[in-house]
Nanobody
Framework: QAQLVESGGGLVQTGGSLRLSCVAS????????MGWFRQAPGKERDFVAA????????MYGDSVKGRFTVSRDNAINTVWLQMNDLKPEDTAVYYC??????????????????WGQGTQVTVSP
């Protein structure tokens, strides 16, 4: 049974940093593209970042470019989202997601097969 477990969320002040982790199990992590999405209260879930199965390619949503970095370690089935220079508008529940296969990096929710339960990130002014 596929499972994604996020951790690392919390409360941070504007300009601070957090690193989210997502540990995967129950599927072939090494041949899966991984992504991060976020959902703020009353808003749709938005694409944040994605990383290829090798870790050699990544892409980001416009609002986080230059501040967030996605990385992975296939040896321990883990993907991370390093978030720097956090802003109040980054406040949201952050979700880890898995897109089976080794194709192009997806930014659409519908392209992902598995989802984590989410972790809350709150950035205070």
């Amino acid at each position: 049974q596929a499972q994604l477990v996020e951790s690392g969320g919390g409360l941070v002040q504007t300009g601070g940093s957090l690193r989210l982790s997502c540990v995967a199990s129950g599927f072939s992590f090494i041949t899966t593209r991984m992504g991060w999405f976020r959902q703020a209260p009353g808003k749709e879930r938005d694409f944040v970042a994605a990383i290829s199965w090798t870790g050699g390619s990544s892409m980001y949503g416009d609002s986080v470019k230059g501040r967030f970095t996605v990385s992975r370690d296939n040896a321990i089935n883990t993907v991370w989202l390093q978030m720097n220079d956090l802003k109040p508008e980054d406040t949201a529940v952050y979700y880890c997601a898995a897109a089976l296969g080794t194709g192009v990096l997806p930014s659409r929710e519908g392209s992902y097969d598995y989802w984590g339960q989410g972790t809350q990130v709150t950035v205070s002014p």
